[in-house]
């Protein structure tokens, strides 16, 4: 006896250009019976969240399945998997396509060379493949998008569980972002962690998907944004409080990688208002009582 409920899409044209389109999802328990040998022509997720099984490579060779775990079901690889007989397991799938799939490749959300992934946790991206079902109704006209913009989620939920990274992050990345605005070099920030250039190349690229050079600079960028748009102080203050000594050559990397100068994107973005800005997160479920005044 097996429990399945499942929802297939057929996704137009113009969907298809937003990047990413959901195909189907499902919802399955108990003592499933065995998938494959199938090869697909797209993605799929299965994320298990309780229970144990295997799956079995092309070359034959056999992996234990232990929840939580996830399962990449990757365009033209061969795949073969079962839960145990005995007992099953606890399963929900998304299945995917779209051009957004060769970037998220290559930032290393989506693994085609490691199927089976160990997660932490699986209620993050079991709660996203929830609020794709819910969404999987017949009458929902917005059903195309609304699935497709909870893919990009999901795969964000998925690297965010993935057992081999800490929940928020590794420690390097953490301390990296912290002193992202020193005027250090990538080597300085090695050293600083007793690591090789190549050793923190290979942390940040695992941990963020980009090179440490680009981690940094996306944090030194954002914050010199933040305080051109929220400050008054010049635009060579600014490249100092961001980690750079030299004002024209900040002003040359902004525009190169903003698109703008500095001060064009001040004359755009100014929020400078009475009282100054806050550095921390607001709470957007509790927000300021404004109060109100009489003539």
Known sequence: MYHTWMRFFTPGPAHHRLGLVC?????????????????????????????????????????????????????????????????????????????ATTTYTELGYIEPDRPVVPLSDAAGPRAVIGRIARAARRDNPLLEVETGAAVHELLVALRRARADLAPDGEAVLKALARDACLPLTVADHAARHGMTLAELRTAVRRGAGCSPKDYLLGIRLGRAKELLAATDLPVAAVARRVGYDDPAYFSRLFTRRVGMAPVRFRAQQGRTVPGGWSNQVPDPDDPPVIERTTA
């Open 23 to 99: 195909l189907g999802v499902g919802l399955q328990y108990g003592p499933l019976p065995t998938v494959g040998p199938r090869t697909l022509d797209h993605h799929v997720a299965v994320v298990i969240n309780a229970g144990g099984g295997w799956y079995a490579s092309p070359d034959g060779r056999r992996t234990t399945v232990t929840a939580p775990a996830l399962l990449w079901l990757t365009p033209g690889v061969p795949h073969h998997y079962a839960p145990d007989p005995g007992t099953g397991w606890d399963e929900g799938f998304v299945d995917f396509a779209g051009p």
